[in-house]
């Protein structure tokens, strides 16, 4: 169970990852030591994880996707981990609604997401329906989102 002082670690940390433990126990007014135990029990119960985030565009995908497939019925679980298991896709989730499952890929050219839908989307038994959205711009991107619970003590989010 995440406690207070927890909550404040996660909260300086989505302001900006990158600060180095001692700067994170001088603004929460704790020993270097208590940050470094504290991240060890917060990573480890996967309340948070630190990763990089890629451009793509960088690297060559100037294509970006939003899958929405509807599916047989009893089949959804297995194809959204099938998509999954596609280097081309990033994010597959089970929704609800009008589809079954919304994926999210990068592709080089629109060659190479015409030969994803052939080859492999093609493959695999039990999709019904395939729509397809390219995005064109995002709006918003925010990896901090995630609000935390608000305990009184600091101006809610």
């Known amino acids: 169970m995440l406690d207070d002082l927890d909550l404040d670690l996660i909260s300086e940390l989505q ?22 135990r504290r991240l060890q029990k917060i990573t480890s119960t996967n309340a948070i994880q630190f990763k990089i985030v890629v ?5 060559g995908h100037d294509l970006v996707v939003v899958l929405f497939l509807n599916t047989k019925v009893g089949h959804c679980r297995r194809i959204a981990k099938e998509l999954a298991l596609r280097t081309n896709i990033y994010d597959v989730a089970i929704i609800t609604g009008l589809y079954d499952i919304v994926a999210y890929g990068y592709f080089d050219s629109t060659d190479g997401l015409r030969d994803f839908i052939a080859n492999e989307i093609g493959a695999i038994e039990g999709i019904e329906r395939l ?3 390219i995005l064109l711009e995002w709006a918003k991107r925010a990896y901090e989102a995630v609000r935390l619970p608000y305990r009184g003590t600091a101006t809610p989010l």
Do not use: M, Y
């Not at 990158?18 to 603004?27: E, T, V």
């Not at 451009?55 to 690297?59: D, Q």
């Open 131 to 133: 729509e397809i959205c």
């Open 15 to 36: 302001k900006d990852s990158r600060q180095a433990n001692i700067q994170l126990a001088k603004k929460l007014g704790i020993a270097e030591a208590t940050v470094r």
């Open 55 to 59: 451009n793509p565009r960088v690297f």
